[in-house]
């Protein structure tokens, strides 16, 4: 499996405090992706990123911010979470085709 | 707006029968169509993937059938087994893989003994 680590793995919070979700990969791998699922929804793309500092936003970002300053790092924070952003995040890595998903992290915001 | 239609959102199959998932996309520069596996509280895994120069693909029981000029591609299980239960999603790309892919809704596949 590839190394990917996503932390913390269950949280949950208070609508409008601010939430960091962190993904780390050891597979030196050039691309990293932050999704998000929700029933009905599928996976849909928050933000990715192409190298380091190098970052863009997907399909939904709106609410959300990334950061990635080395490459095995990728931050997904959101400033002020709402309860529309109770979810599962799903860190993605990758160099091309095939996608190497880490376990998920489980946001609860009430 | 979704690129990637996928159906039925939910599937009930005996065991040992076969499992079809229907995916349909809108995007003709769309040029890998690959399908990811996911078992409850894990990340989705690629199982099987195609690119339009072939029609089909098989990897053991899963096999993709692609049909170019009706922008749609399917996944079937032969024989499927109660391991098969997973949720399932197809996907695509451009540029060969190199662009990021756009997923569907997903297929809740159930496999009843």
């Known amino acids: 499996d590839a190394g990917i680590t996503q932390s913390p793995r269950h949280k949950v919070t208070e609508t409008g405090t601010p939430v960091t979700l962190r993904c780390h990969q050891t597979e030196n791998h050039r691309y990293m992706y932050w999704y998000r699922q929700d029933p009905g929804h599928g996976l849909r793309l928050i933000h990715y990123?192409?190298?380091?500092?190098?970052?863009d936003k997907g399909e939904v970002s709106d609410g959300y911010s990334v950061s990635r300053s080395k490459t095995e790092d990728f931050l997904l924070t959101l400033e002020s979470a709402t309860s529309s952003q109770t979810s599962v995040y799903f860190c993605a890595t990758g160099n091309t085709g095939e996608l190497f998903f880490g376990e998920g992290s489980r946001l609860t915001v009430l | 707006q979704q690129q990637v239609k996928q159906s039925p959102q939910s599937l009930i199959v005996q065991k040992g029968g076969i499992s079809i998932i229907n995916c349909a996309y809108e995007?003709?520069?769309?040029?890998?169509f690959p399908w990811y596996q996911q078992f409850p509280g894990k990340g989705p895994a690629l199982l099987i993937a195609?690119?339009?120069?072939?029609s089909e693909k098989k990897e053991g029981r899963f096999t993709i059938s692609f049909n170019k000029s009706a922008k749609q591609f399917s996944l079937h299980i032969m024989d499927s087994q109660p391991g098969d239960s997973a949720t399932y999603f197809c996907a695509a790309s451009g540029n060969f893989g190199n662009e990021k892919l756009t997923f569907g809704t997903g297929t809740r596949l159930t496999i009843i003994p």
């Open positions: 995007n003709t520069a769309f040029d890998y």
């Open positions: 990123s192409y190298g380091v500092k190098d970052t």
């Open positions: 195609i690119r339009p120069d072939v």
